[in-house]
């Protein structure tokens, strides 16, 4: 099996926040998302949807740019990312 090259981040951008995205999932990523959830004991997978969401930022955001603080850029992470003030209209533009 021939590795792949890795493909080009994704951007998405969010007022004046571009966030960078990792474009392809690797084993790695599916062994996480598979061990996050839990069994029910009835033969079914599942994992809430906050749960979910959260593995997926913390797995494929990368980077962003825009973010500053006293006016110097603040670099990426997790944590930072959600310290970020909640704006639910900006969120959805």
Not at 62 to 82: C, F, H, I, R
């Amino acid at each position: 099996m021939e590795l792949p090259k890795p493909k080009d981040n994704l951007t998405y951008t969010i007022g004046d926040v571009t966030f960078y995205i990792r474009a392809q999932a690797t084993v790695g990523d599916k062994f996480e998302l598979d061990s996050t959830g839990e069994w029910d004991g009835q033969g079914k997978f599942k994992m809430s949807i906050s749960t979910f969401y959260r593995k997926l930022v913390e797995l494929f955001v990368t980077g962003w740019t825009g973010v500053t603080q006293d006016g110097k850029n603040v670099p990426y992470s997790y944590e930072a990312l959600l310290s970020l003030p909640a704006d639910a209209y900006r969120d959805w533009e």
